[in-house]
């Protein structure tokens, strides 16, 4: 009993470390552009194509395949989808972004079926499917990696936010940019970095989650909901909300499948998700922000 | 409104409306059905061009609505109950729950509706898919039967087709009044100026929740024609992809425009038919279509030749932008 706990309470740290680097991208382009994706789910699915087609088309062996792979994702999904598609609808508001990345998440999902094929192909995974045993509890060894490797990315992605300058002024730009553009922060450029981090995350938890759900064009669907259940429930304007939102929905996730209902898997993560925007729209923890006129 | 505006208006009106009296005699029985179905998804978007063009809401969960609506019509006629009162309360029903999903979520402005909504849309489905002893399940609800008005059956495809128009004409003439009412010149106001409209004593709280609500009970009309025309409802027209294809239809044609909704409908229902030979790259053709508008033209195909027959028409004065 107590073992399976740990099990599932491992399993769910892992998917939960996957959502996290969904949501913090999420959280972080809100943050600096007010952009909402809608295509963030895809963001995840897109990456691994890039590998498949590395190794299938080229012959390439895995690892500079996934190189490549995470190289063409900050071209195309960090560099390319802010010049090509942010910037030119800054004026526009909101809601025309929103809409744009409706249909980029379209395309992108449709392209795929197009040109790949509609079929679930397997992806190499990183460590070997083997399991250790601690406690009694036997713990997939592709668990305790991609939780690790998640722990290790945002470890690394808060120690740039605080310590280094770029990312100070990274969140002088979040948090108020006609004062950091004052200050001479480059706030155009810091703005870029996180476009370009946003993929970096991305194509990092593509290569984490696909060899779990195999790579379909579909994948992004539910991978985006989770992004975005995650990024709100933790608080949409906060990194660290990001990271606790998608561990907690992780574990929740995993124990709702066991123990309440598979079929009704995704209802507790959507309740919560109500829950939190009625009692505590702020996220868990994220802080109120102050609207202006 | 200029002159030269009131006549493309009125051209484009006059031919598409010959247009679809004469349509059933040009079309095979499938045609027909597609030409319905347009009928139909047009009600529901004109019910989200209410919420998303007059009030500036985003809304996903269209669907769920077009899906409560179906359901109880499939679930009602096929116990035996007679269309007219159901329909009534479809719409009734869907108003009443987009009544009490937006009054908690329209405390708090930001973009909150879209999440709920979102998280509303995919609850849903889920019931409607593993509540079997009340909505079949994937099994569905089968032999939905088709209303009769005054002992005249509708069961023939160009008698529903008729029918699902009259419904249309319906609808579109009371939102046509509407937007003319002191409830429409409100919802324009708080989606221009929300901060401006709210210091001049329109309650921007009640009118948003007002304008999400009745865009809920139209979709719940159009899910009562949904069923009675496919007569076989299952869960999966009522996913989030319909929500999201029906905002990118009142995108595309023009959110805020009163024929915004008609346009996209026709773009999103009747081409993807006539363009069967593409397949996949209809979708990508449309998605580029969605991202170019947003980035030249927001305002969506409407807003686009409106803003080319003002640029043309020199000599008229500056038209008042997005009225009608």
């Keep these: ?293 | 409104m200029t002159r030269r505006r009131t006549v493309a208006v009125g051209i484009a009106l006059g031919v598409s409306s010959s247009f679809l009296l004469v349509a059933p005699f040009l079309f095979k029985p499938y045609g027909i059905f597609i030409l319905s179905t347009w009928a139909v998804m047009t009600v529901a978007a004109i019910g989200l061009n209410l919420t998303l063009g007059y009030a500036g809401q985003v809304s996903l969960a269209q669907a769920a609505f077009v899906g409560i609506g179906a359901y109880i019509t499939a679930f009602l006629t096929t116990n035996g109950w007679s269309f007219w009162p159901i329909c009534a309360l479809a719409g009734v029903a869907c108003f009443v729950i987009g009544w009490g999903l937006g009054y908690p979520a329209l405390r708090l402005q930001h973009h909150y509706l879209a999440f709920v909504t979102l998280a509303f849309n995919t609850l849903v489905y889920l019931v409607f898919r593993n509540e079997e002893w009340l909505t079949g399940g994937i099994y569905g609800i089968s032999n939905v039967p088709r209303p009769s008005l005054a002992g005249w059956s509708m069961n023939g495809a160009h008698a529903f087709y008729y029918f699902c128009l009259a419904v249309l004409a319906l609808v579109a003439s009371a939102i046509w009044w509407l937007i003319r009412s002191p409830w429409g010149r409100a919802f324009v106001a708080l989606r221009e100026n929300p901060i401006r409209a709210q210091s001049l004593g329109v309650d921007t709280r009640r009118y948003t929740l007002m304008a999400f609500a009745l865009g809920a009970g139209l979709g719940g009309i159009a899910g009562a024609l949904y069923a009675p025309l496919v007569q076989f409802i299952d869960p999966t027209p009522f996913a989030l992809g319909l929500s999201l294809n029906l905002l990118l239809m009142v995108v595309v044609g023009g959110s805020g425009y009163f024929f915004g909704p008609f346009l996209g409908a026709i773009i999103a229902v009747l081409l993807p038919e006539w363009l069967r030979f593409a397949q996949g790259y209809y979708l990508m053709g449309y998605a580029v279509l969605v991202i170019l508008l947003m980035v030249f033209c927001p305002t969506g195909l409407l807003g686009l030749a409106d803003r080319l027959l003002t640029s043309t028409a020199k000599a008229a004065p500056v038209a008042a932008p997005e009225v009608s």
């Design chain 1, 1 to 293: 009993m107590l073992t399976d706990i740990l099990q599932l309470f491992v399993a769910g740290l892992a998917t939960g470390g996957i959502y996290a680097l969904a949501a913090i991208g999420f959280t972080l382009l809100w943050q600096t552009s007010q952009t909402i994706n809608f295509a963030q789910g895809e963001f995840v699915m897109l990456p691994a194509f890039f590998v498949l087609i590395g190794m299938g088309f080229f012959g390439l062996p895995f690892w500079a395949a996934a190189l490549i792979g995470v190289a063409v994702s900050i071209v195309t999904l960090g560099l390319m989808f802010k010049k090509l598609m942010v910037d030119p609808m800054l004026n526009h508001g909101v809601l025309p972004l929103v809409i744009a990345t409706i249909g980029l998440a379209i395309l992108m999902k449709e392209a795929v079926r197009e040109f790949y094929g509609a079929d679930a192909w397997p992806f190499p995974p990183l460590v070997a499917a083997t399991n250790v045993t601690v406690f009694g509890a036997a713990l997939a060894v592709q668990s305790l990696a991609v939780l690790g490797i998640s722990v290790a990315a945002v470890t690394i992605l808060q120690l740039f936010l605080n310590k280094t300058r770029t990312g100070r002024c990274m969140q002088a730009t979040a948090q108020n940019p006609t004062v950091a553009r004052l200050l001479g922060v480059p706030v155009e450029r810091m703005i870029l970095y996180t476009f370009l981090i946003n993929a970096a995350l991305v194509a990092l938890a593509s290569l984490l989650i696909t060899p779990i759900y195999l790579a379909k064009f579909t994948n992004g669907e539910l991978l985006g909901l989770y992004a975005f259940i995650a990024a709100i429930i933790g608080g949409f304007n906060q990194v660290r909300g990001a990271i606790v939102g998608g561990l907690v929905l992780g574990v929740i996730d995993n124990f709702t499948a066991v123990y309440i209902s598979t079929q009704y898997r995704l209802v507790i993560p959507l309740l919560f998700l109500i829950v939190v925007i009625l009692f505590r729209p702020q996220g868990l923890l994220g802080r109120v922000e102050e609207r202006t006129v």
